[in-house]
């Protein structure tokens, strides 16, 4: 701790013969007790501070920041003296550095202990002979960006003026080339400021010629070598043939085929069916097409939309490929069971009325200015996951801020405007007084909560679906029941909806099989559905020579996996069914 009062014990000796400026206004004190620790005495604060060299004394009478305290009694042409002279030695070290050619604008380098640890002959060593190259040795080291990795001395060491102005030139890119701030969530954008800081200062970008050529064209390749390494995937666990059809700007009717694997999606191509006739057989030859190049073997089903010529199109595949099912879309049929539901001529109400308190709330901006104020305010306007779900995204959004609408429209900020006396907004208000309006909204989203739970799963990447398709319906009609206390006159418009696109599109064979296979239900038996169609879909899977050439065997391990013995009976296995995915 550095103090302003002399230390005993101490021997004075003046060194005014050194040369530089500084050493006019300092004295060196030498402790008499051996000690190599330097002393060094302000003439002119007299403070007294231990360790360092004439350069931090100097920023001590300059003023200068961070390594010392400023001196508060010198004068100031001294100060600018030393303030100017710390100036001409930076200016010198700069010269000197641009002079050897390696400068570094963006901070001082700082060796990293893994490279300058080998010796350049090592290095070459390493590469001739080919065994132990450097590429194969990084390998053995967690990367130094990974979470709970140990970071390097060049990152350690580095100042934060130093990596603020490395964000500040990323930044600068980005905005100046309109890049979309969400790159930055991208896989490749780590790793490609790794291979960058690996090289260090002298990297040049590629020109654009070489992006949209030779880098274009390599990266290619490695999607091709990609794909590769998938279809051995495919050939292990099989996969899903998906066909998406859409329309472009262009009015142009597009197919996209995707094949989907437990190691991720893959895009095989985009077939232009403009000038095509888009009939059963048609679709056929492109979909067998397909099929072909992947393998029939490891193809388990397609899944296309639920227009009829798709329908008979997966059917008549099915009969050219035994082994492979039709499925319709599950979230295409699920986003037409909530459009039926919102056609209910009582929903319809509900709707009209939900509108005109999102009008009122959010056409005039006091209104909305006073609720934004309140505690844990949200906005009632936000975007669903669907089209026909948003419908129930913001009944329920309307429904959480019951008590903020109340409350407005009967406060004195409400009561005492001139919007108070308008026709349009009394009807408003009325709504938001209706208990029944409320009630409704509340059921509603209950009836909707269910239906919309299972078109997140389905719709999204995290983990595959097909097991839980057969169960999110079966909970679904069960949970409406349970809404409306099994009373059948209340809860038979949403069954009956629910039902006729069940049997009539989406419910399948393969959807009860893997319901079956699935050990969170199996091992479930108070939500378990015991019916006969559940087993039936295994059998059936089970008895097509296709899939499956040794039935009988199958059906043994089946009843050891349903009766849970052997392993499927530990303690372990039953509390990991219910957290684990069934493919792992």
């Not at 200068?64 to 003296?81: S, T, Y």
Request: proline share 4%; with cysteine.
């Amino acid at each position: 701790m550095e103090t302003p009062s002399e230390p005993s014990n101490l021997s004075l000796q003046s060194v005014r013969e050194k040369n530089d400026p500084a050493w006019n206004h300092f004295t060196l004190i030498q402790s008499s007790d051996g000690k190599k620790i330097k002393h060094y005495k302000c003439l002119h604060c007299g403070g007294v501070y231990k360790g360092g060299g004439i350069n931090r004394m100097k920023q001590h009478l300059a003023g200068v920041k961070g390594n010392i305290a400023a001196c508060k009694k010198v004068a100031h042409d001294i100060r600018n003296q030393m303030l100017n002279n710390l100036k001409e030695i930076t200016a010198k070290k700069q010269e000197l550095q641009e002079s050897l050619g390696s400068v570094n604008p963006y901070g001082d380098p700082v060796s990293d202990e893994r490279t300058s640890s080998i010796a350049p002959s090592q290095q070459s060593s390493i590469h001739d002979k080919g065994k132990w190259k450097l590429d194969q040795v990084e390998s053995y080291f967690a990367p130094r960006t990974s979470a709970g990795s140990q970071p390097s001395l060049k990152s350690v060491l580095a100042s934060k003026e130093v990596i603020h102005r490395a964000d500040m030139c990323l930044s600068r890119w980005f905005f100046d080339s309109c890049i979309p701030i969400n790159a930055l969530n991208s896989i490749f954008a780590q790793k490609a400021i790794d291979a960058i800081a690996s090289i260090g200062p002298g990297y040049k970008l590629p020109s654009y010629h070489m992006v949209r050529t030779n880098l274009l064209r390599d990266c290619k390749e490695e999607c091709r070598l990609l794909i590769e390494s998938y279809r051995e995937c495919w050939r292990g666990t099989g996969c899903t043939l998906m066909a998406d059809g859409w329309t472009d700007r262009r009015s142009r009717t597009l197919i996209n085929f995707l094949v989907y694997s437990p190691r991720g999606i893959s895009f095989y191509k985009s077939v232009d069916a403009s000038d095509i006739t888009k009939d059963a057989t048609t679709l056929c030859m492109l979909f067998s097409e397909v099929v072909e190049w992947i393998g029939p073997s490891s193809v388990v089903q397609i899944i296309t939309d639920n227009a009829a010529n798709y329908k008979k199109a997966g059917e008549l595949i099915h009969v050219k490929y035994d082994n492979i099912y039709w499925s319709p879309c599950a979230a295409h049929c699920l986003n037409l069971v909530l459009k039926d539901i919102g056609n209910l001529s009582h929903m319809s109400e509900i709707t009209k009325k939900a509108s005109k308190v999102t009008v009122f709330v959010y056409n005039h901006i006091f209104l909305l200015s006073w609720l934004r104020k309140r505690e844990e305010w949200k906005e009632i306007v936000r975007p669903g996951a669907t089209r026909f779900a948003t419908t129930f995204i913001t009944l329920k959004s309307i429904f959480e801020h019951k008590h903020d609408l109340q409350a407005l429209v009967t406060s004195k900020y409400y009561t005492d405007s001139k919007l108070a006396k308008l026709s349009k907004e009394k009807d408003a208000v009325a709504v938001i007084l209706d208990n029944n309006f409320w009630n409704m909204c509340l059921i509603m989203t209950k009836v909707a909560g269910p239906l919309i739970r299972l078109l997140r799963i389905v719709d999204s990447d995290e983990k595959p679906s097909i097991g839980y398709v057969y169960d999110g319906m079966y909970r679904a009609r069960k949970a409406i029941k349970g809404i409306f206390k099994n009373v059948k006159r209340l809860y038979k418009p949403y069954a009956t909806i629910i039902k006729d696109r069940w049997d009539r599109q989406l419910r399948q064979r393969i959807h009860s099989a893997a319901y079956f296979l699935n050990p969170a239900f199996q091992y479930d038996p108070a939500n378990y559905s015991n019916k006969p169609e559940v087993v039936q879909g295994l059998i059936d899977l089970i008895d097509n020579k296709d899939i499956c050439n040794k039935s009988s065997i199958a059906m043994n391990e089946v009843r050891i996996y349903r009766d849970q013995l052997e392993s499927f009976g530990k303690p372990l296995a039953i509390k990991m069914s219910k957290e684990m995915q069934p493919g792992k």
